[in-house]
């Protein structure tokens, strides 16, 4: 039934989101020219990695320079259409492509850079139990507000409680979330602890 949900909710939100997608492609063709989409390798269920997609919010070769993976608010790299996309996750909409194609669903732990999973402990692990998703219970809780040790903590306790009525709670609680949300950074909030 989930995989149900998923496609439908993907067919219709690929539809309802294409003009945003598009204007969103003009911005980032006249801000720098560069390419529109942006894939990066991910790990999903079971640990198998798939490419994200998403809408390019940082230069060309970012992950390359500076920081590398880490991203915070301040980061230079970013571009001007970049900023806005990412406040409002609008770049995070080409993802409901991966969901069609079966590698995430609706809802579910965001998913992670394999060098973030080889830091999981055997408990950890138990986040890959299920499909990464566009959002989930951590997303809905805190989402880059909190440390990302109590981020999976919040994963493993909607890996064990996982249901349609929390599903539908999640999806229901994220729009309040993403336009009252703080910013999030390309690696999933990934922060270690001090």
């Known amino acids: 039934m989930k995989r149900a949900v998923d496609l439908f909710g993907a067919g219709v939100g690929l539809a309802l989101a294409a003009p945003l997608i598009g204007i969103a492609a003009v911005a980032i063709k006249l801000d720098d020219g560069g390419p529109v989409f942006y894939r990066q390798r991910r790990v999903g269920l079971h640990g198998v990695e798939f490419d994200l997609v998403k809408l390019r919010t940082m230069i060309p ?10 991203v915070d608010y301040a980061d230079p790299r970013i571009t001007r259409a970049g900023r806005v996309l990412r406040r409002l996750s609008l770049d995070e909409l080409p993802q409901l492509w991966n969901v069609i194609h079966g590698e995430m669903s609706l809802v579910g732990p ?85």
């Open 61 to 70: 070769g970012a992950e390359a320079q500076g920081a590398g993976w880490a």
């Open 110 to 194: 965001r998913p992670t850079l394999a060098y973030q999973v080889e830091q999981y402990t055997p408990h950890q692990r138990r986040r890959l139990d299920v499909k990464p998703g566009l959002t989930g219970w951590a997303q809905v809780n805190g989402r880059a507000k909190l440390l990302w040790t109590d981020r999976i903590e919040l994963d493993l306790w909607y890996v064990e409680h996982r249901s349609a009525w929390l599903d539908l709670k999640i999806i229901a609680r994220t729009p309040r979330v993403l336009f009252t949300g703080t910013y999030r950074g390309d690696t999933g909030g990934w922060r270690q602890q001090s």
